[in-house]
């Protein structure tokens, strides 16, 4: 049974909200990116926009199953998220720089870019979200 103040918020609709818009800036910043670096920084790139997009997924899904718990669930692990976003990108960026010898600089750009970026769109996703659902009207019991 499903709590009465749960948010009904899927996955999906966070992928929908922030893929685009970061696969539209990664796409945007290729040229840029492969006139300071050539090929490798594009790959150095792609790098870390898919290692943002991943923790942002694994971060965001955890916040989807907290709010089922409801909205203040939902926001404080949202929250606590974001700190989990701060150690795990640069230590992915960093795993990924030792283990196959791309741009750090590049990748510490693109690191940067994309978690502004999908923090910003996550921020705004949630705050959608909880306003959806806090200006539903209460069912009865």
């Known amino acids: 049974m499903e709590k009465p103040d749960a948010l009904n918020i ?3 609709s ?3 909200w922030v893929v685009p818009a970061m696969l539209g ?3 945007f910043g290729v040229l840029p990116t492969w006139l300071v ?3 490798s920084g594009v790959f150095a790139e792609i790098v870390a926009v898919v290692l943002v997009l991943a923790v942002m997924i694994a971060t ?3 916040s989807v199953a907290a709010a089922r718990a409801g909205a203040s669930s939902a926001v404080t692990v949202f929250m606590g998220c974001s700190l989990l976003r701060m150690i795990f990108c640069p230590a992915l960026i960093a795993a990924a720089w030792w283990m196959t010898g791309l741009s750090l600089k590049i990748m510490g750009v693109w690191m940067v870019i994309a978690y502004i970026l999908c923090l910003t769109l996550e921020a705004v996703w949630i705050v959608k979200a909880l306003r959806k659902e806090i200006g539903k009207p209460k069912a009865e019991n």
């Open 10 to 12: 899927q996955l999906s």
């Open 14 to 16: 966070l992928l929908a």
């Open 25 to 27: 800036v990664a796409i």
């Open 37 to 39: 670096s050539d090929f």
């Open 60 to 62: 965001g899904s955890f």
